[in-house]
């Protein structure tokens, strides 16, 4: 058994699974993620690879559904024999893909911002965690707009338990939650009217959207053909990227507010050349934004970890991979050993006419993540 | 059978292994169990034995794609392909596995990891290591199950917690309750209403949100 196929087995690739979504309304955003991720494979494999063997992506497209997520990390881990998987922008899709990890001891890398609260040991999370995003987020809205906010978001976990997160950051610096509301995710355009309708009433001084999707574009639309104005009140969100802005049209997008670790405009040498690299492989209208670069980064973090395991065998490549560092385009990233999110940078942008965020504010270093907001009041 | 030998033997006496010693637990009595495996002779030997538990036993032969969900223990052989047969996600069990293996050849070990089985029965199958199996399997899936269930309140524990500070310092601050009047008024409006204290605690945080 075992020994004889390990032995010949020293030029054989490694394989990894990869789950995004080619299709569905999930996919303007996590086939992004699916282009940062075979963008370092093919880095790393024309670097000569990791100890000498190519890394070979196993990719299913689970089209958006949260269940598909777990089925397909199912065939991935007992059919195509991989231990690690990149995958996964809702949290729907990574709880349906938890239990399938922890049983069977495999490594999701999940490179999307989510609302905390969760540490499982077979999960390393290179988005942000609230206390990287949402808390800046709010002092800086609140600084310069104003103390009450309109939350409006996609009816699933995330918006759901990230706006729990938000109202406690924006009652704890002194502002108010005027309204609150949640559309389906095949949400249409013509169910944004109630909402900017409610926004006419209320008046309040700030929009905090966690719409995602396809649905994105429908709000940030619904709020220009209102005639509102980004100078008094803008869109303040979490998960609108370069992807979005440029599926709504730059001028649609312009002047409303993200919080992200990283920007397609956040400038430097190592950014620079991630994003030529990007375009050249996508095309030069292709944007990079906060998603493509965490599921970038975190294939190199892999890969390093696994030059030193050379092995994919999760209790053996773990240890490698907690504690280390990389310089990412974001700036020097690393994961902390003691609860497997990645330290990221902390960045308030400001979208331009052309589709690109300029950044308002950022941190001076990348801030450790604290997933269950332990010392955030 | 198990059922009936209450005690068992005086030890020091008889020094072989009992088949059963003791009543049958209750998570391994009176269930719904479903048998894949040929109909030989250790076939019908694990049929008769599980049917004695007074379990109602069902048999399939050969193991369809995907095995029946409606059971609460299946023993099954460790055929190849049985990992992505088994009606569940890996994790998400909805019944015990009991994975009934060859005694003559070895066991493919990548595929037992894979099938995460709940216990383990070699051919040719004897009474008391089918019972053996049975006992083990359930008391493991229902274990996996309990704490499965403890870390979803925990994690539910975990938010309420923080509903409850709030509500606290609310109270507090707006009663001028000490902090354990405000903890005892939390506690008693929650066992007045018969609802949790978090689902008061998040209340009176909303409820302070709207008045501003």
């Known amino acids: 058994m075992g020994c004889t196929r390990k032995q010949a087995a020293t030029s054989e690739p490694w394989r990894v699974g990869v789950l995004f979504s080619n299709s569905g309304f999930m996919a303007v955003i996590e086939e992004t993620q699916l282009r940062g991720t075979l963008l370092a494979i093919d880095e790393i494999n024309a670097a000569g690879g990791v100890n000498g063997r190519e890394i070979v992506p196993v990719c299913y497209n689970p089209a958006s559904e949260a269940a598909a997520f777990g089925h397909y990390a199912k065939c991935l881990m007992v059919a195509d024999d991989v231990t690690t998987i990149f995958g996964c922008y809702t949290s729907s899709s990574r709880k349906a893909v938890l239990p399938v990890v922890e049983r069977l001891n495999g490594l999701l890398w999940y490179p999307t911002l989510y609302e905390g609260f969760e540490l499982s040991p077979n999960i390393i999370y290179t988005g942000a965690a609230p206390n990287q995003n949402s808390v800046a987020l709010c002092r800086f809205l609140m600084a310069n707009y104003g103390r009450r906010f309109y939350f409006v978001g996609s009816d699933y976990i995330y918006p759901r338990e990230s706006n729990r997160v938000m109202r406690e950051i924006v009652r704890n610096n002194g502002g108010e939650v005027a309204g609150e509301t949640y559309l389906g995710l095949r949400a249409r355009p013509a169910d944004f009217l109630p909402v900017i309708r409610e926004v006419h009433e209320l008046r309040p001084d700030i929009i905090f959207s966690t719409v995602v999707g396809d649905a994105t574009s429908h709000l940030y639309q619904a709020y220009a053909d209102a005639g509102f104005d980004p100078k008094t009140m803008p869109i303040a969100s979490l998960t609108t990227t370069e992807a979005e802005i440029r599926a709504m049209g730059f001028d649609v997008g312009a002047g409303h507010i993200t919080a992200a670790p990283y920007f397609q405009g956040i400038g430097g040498d190592r950014d620079k050349s991630f994003v030529s690299r990007y375009k050249k492989r996508y095309g030069d209208d292709e944007p990079t934004n906060m998603c493509v670069e965490a599921a970038y980064f975190q294939v190199h973090i892999f890969a390093r970890a696994l030059e030193a395991a050379n092995s994919m065998e999760t209790d053996i490549l773990r240890p490698m991979v907690l504690g280390s560092s990389l310089d990412a385009p974001q700036g020097r990233i690393s994961i902390d050993a003691g609860n497997n999110h990645a330290s990221l940078w902390t960045r308030i942008g400001r979208a331009n006419r052309r589709g690109q965020f300029e950044v308002m504010q950022q941190s001076l270093s990348a801030v450790i993540a604290d997933p269950f907001m332990v010392s955030c009041g | ?212």
């Open chain 2, 1 to 212: 059978m198990a059922n009936s030998l209450k005690g068992g033997a005086p030890r020091g006496q008889d020094l072989r292994p009992a088949p059963a010693m003791g009543r049958l637990p209750v998570e391994a009595s009176d269930l719904d169990i479903v048998v894949v495996t040929a109909r030989d002779e250790a076939g019908e030997t694990l049929i008769r034995e599980l049917q004695r538990t007074r379990s109602r036993v069902r048999h399939v032969w050969p193991p369809p794609d995907p095995l029946p969900v409606d059971t609460d223990v299946l023993f099954c052989d460790l055929v190849p392909g049985l990992p992505a047969r088994l009606p569940w996600l890996p994790g998400e069990p909805k019944a015990a596995l009991v994975a009934l293996v060859p005694s003559s050849v070895l066991v493919d070990l990548d595929l037992l990891r894979k099938a995460t089985p709940e216990a383990v029965l070699h051919r040719p199958f004897t009474p008391a290591a089918i019972v053996a199996s049975l006992v083990l399997a359930r008391s493991r899936f229902a274990y996996e199950r309990r704490l499965r269930s403890r870390i979803e309140r925990l994690d539910a524990t975990l938010r309420a917690t923080r509903s409850v500070e709030r509500a606290k310092a609310i109270l507090m601050g707006t009663r001028s309750m000490a902090e354990d009047q405000a903890y005892h008024h939390l506690r008693s409006q929650a066992m007045e209403r018969r609802v949790s204290v978090g689902v008061i605690a998040a209340a009176i945080v909303d409820a302070h949100d709207l008045l501003g």
